[in-house]
Nanobody
Framework: HVQLVESGGGSVQAGGSLRLSCAAS????????MGWFRQAPGKEREGVAT?????????ADSGKGRFTASLRRDNIYDAVYLKMNSLEPEDTAMYYC????????????????????WGQGTQVTVS
């Protein structure tokens, strides 16, 4: 059973912080990486950050210096996190975590086409 569950979204004032969480089922335990994406109303979904199984990260320009992805693994579940600091109104969007079905070319890891499994999303609103 494939499952990704995001949490941690909310409404914050500009300059504030949020920490998003994504819990993955055991089926996804050995995914090579996991990604964070967002989609604002009327806009295409865009990659925000990717974290590989070894902890390597890549960030879209929009989040560099403000967003930090991290990974936790235990015996049953993967979990990935996205700490977002200095939030701006432009960060308002639905945020999704995603996992691929197989190999991902690292240079393409911020492309949503690389990912097969998606969570339901968590809303972030910055005012």
């Amino acid at each position: 059973h494939v499952q990704l569950v995001e949490s941690g979204g909310g409404s914050v004032q500009a300059g504030g912080s949020l920490r998003l969480s994504c819990a993955a089922s055991a089926y996804l335990y050995n995914r090579p990486c996991m990604g964070w994406f967002r989609q604002a109303p009327g806009k295409e979904r865009e990659g925000v950050a990717t974290i590989a199984s070894d902890g390597s990260t890549v960030y879209a320009d929009s989040g560099k210096g403000r967003f930090t992805a991290s990974l936790r693994r235990d015996n049953i579940y993967d979990a990935v996190y996205l700490k977002m600091n200095s939030l701006e109104p432009e960060d308002t969007a639905m945020y999704y975590c995603a996992a691929p079905s197989g190999f991902v070319e690292w240079r393409d890891s911020l492309r949503d086409s690389q990912y097969a499994y998606w969570g339901q999303g968590t809303q972030v609103t910055v005012s």
